[in-house]
Structure formats: C-alpha cells, structure tokens
C-alpha cells in the first residue's frame, strides 16, 4: 500500500512539473512588461540620463554605472537589483523606463 501511495505522489509530482514546463514554453510575448519608447539604455546611459529614472537619485545612478563597469553590461533589465538599493519595488517603478541594448 505505501509504494503505490508513493508512485501515486510521484506521478502527479511529474505530472504537475511536466505541465508547468509547457506552460512556460507557450506563454505569449504580451506578458512582458512594455517598455516606453523612451525608455533608457541602462548599458550605455550616464549619471545624468540614469538620474532621470524615477526613484533614481545622483548615488543611486553612480551606483549603477560603478557596477556596469565593474561587472560588465546588464544583460536583462531585472540585473539591476544587483545593485546595491535596487530593490524589487524600486525596479517595479522604474521597469517600464528601462531596456538593455549593447
């Protein structure tokens, strides 16, 4: 009784992985967040034009490209939050104003 009970939870186990891993494959492009058309290149931008971002001081910019150029370009806009005072609310806010182009 108890194997059957563990191939039973194994096999719904699979199961669900196997569905969310498809799932994942067939989502639309639209559930990306736009971007703006005047959204900032965050692998090219200066102090000054990373300021503009909201909630983005004068540090908080200098931060940003101190990382850039210690670590190399941000491959994705999410990367930011490896910046020490990008938290996941604060790149939530700025998301929208962000790309990555090299």
Not at 15 to 20: A, F, I, K, M, Q
């Amino acid at each position: 009784m108890r194997r059957n009970l563990k191939q039973s939870v194994l096999i719904i186990f699979c199961s669900l992985l196997l569905t969310c891993s498809q799932a994942k494959q067939t989502l639309p492009e639209t559930f990306h967040a736009a971007v703006s058309q005047n959204a900032i290149n965050i692998n090219t931008a200066s102090v000054k034009e990373l300021e503009k971002l909201p909630h983005i001081g004068e540090k908080l910019a200098a931060k940003i490209v101190e990382h850039r150029e210690k670590f190399g370009k941000f491959r994705k806009p999410e990367h930011l939050m490896l910046v020490r005072g990008i938290s996941d609310e604060r790149f939530r806010a700025l998301r929208n104003s962000v790309k990555v182009e090299n």
